[in-house]
């Protein structure tokens, strides 16, 4: 049984973009995700 419209269970999964290796000094912003952690502000709100 599933709690999501059919449309929605035929989705498929977000595949994230191809990310430059470890040690390379290229932050790629084109697939929307952030390299950087959280704020620490914003881990203290998360936390309460």
Same mark, same amino acid.
């Given at each position: 049984?599933?709690?999501?419209?059919?449309?929605?269970?035929?989705?498929?999964?977000?595949?994230?973009?191809?990310?430059?290796?470890?040690?390379?000094?290229?932050?790629? &912003?084109?697939?929307?995700?952030?390299?950087?952690?959280?704020?620490?502000?914003?881990?203290?709100? &998360?936390?309460?």
């Amino acid at each position: 049984m599933s709690y999501f419209r059919p449309a929605i269970d035929a989705m498929a999964g977000y595949v994230p973009g191809e990310q430059p290796k470890p040690g390379t000094s290229i932050i790629k &912003l084109n697939t929307n995700e952030n390299p950087y952690p959280p704020s620490p502000q914003a881990m203290a709100v &998360l936390k309460t």
